[in-house]
């Protein structure tokens, strides 16, 4: 009677331990939010603006390329893109290439990272740019709430700067009279 009683309170406390062992998965590359991240750039990339901003909470704090101190809403980055995009006849998004994966941190928050390759090409000069990206994305309830871009976007900003150079200048030249 002894051992049996002592049979089931072992038995017992490996159950408790295999229940209190179990941990939530910490790390993978399948979940909703990085379905909610792939959503949001196909409503990027056909310009669902409308439906782009659904992905993001309300008081969603975004940074791309900037510190945190100066975070901008979603409103701020969709006028930003909108107009970036503006002077391309095409852009994309490599997402043969790209990688996702969502973490659940330590402290508890969620994040989505997501790395790829965004391409564009110029109008103006049928130039194509090539510029690789970082993102990542903290997640509340199955809206970002947190988001951090990094990425060079130097070389497309040279050459409409340097377009813009040219048109101001044939605009002078064309000021000037005879």
Known sequence: ???????????????????????????????????????????????????????YAADAKIHSNSTESKPSTIQEIIAQQKMEIAPLSSYSIDKENQALEMVLEDEGETWVNYWGVWSGTLTATNQTFEIPIHITYQFIDGKIVEQHGYWNNTEITLATRALQAEEEAKAAAAAIPD
């Open 1 to 55: 009677m002894k051992a049996q009683k002592s049979n089931v309170i072992l038995s017992s406390l490996m159950l408790l331990t295999l229940i209190g062992c179990e941990t939530k998965e910490r790390y993978t590359q399948n979940s909703p939010e990085i379905e909610t991240v792939k959503a949001a750039f196909d409503n990027y990339l056909s310009g669902d603006w409308e439906t782009y901003q659904t992905h």
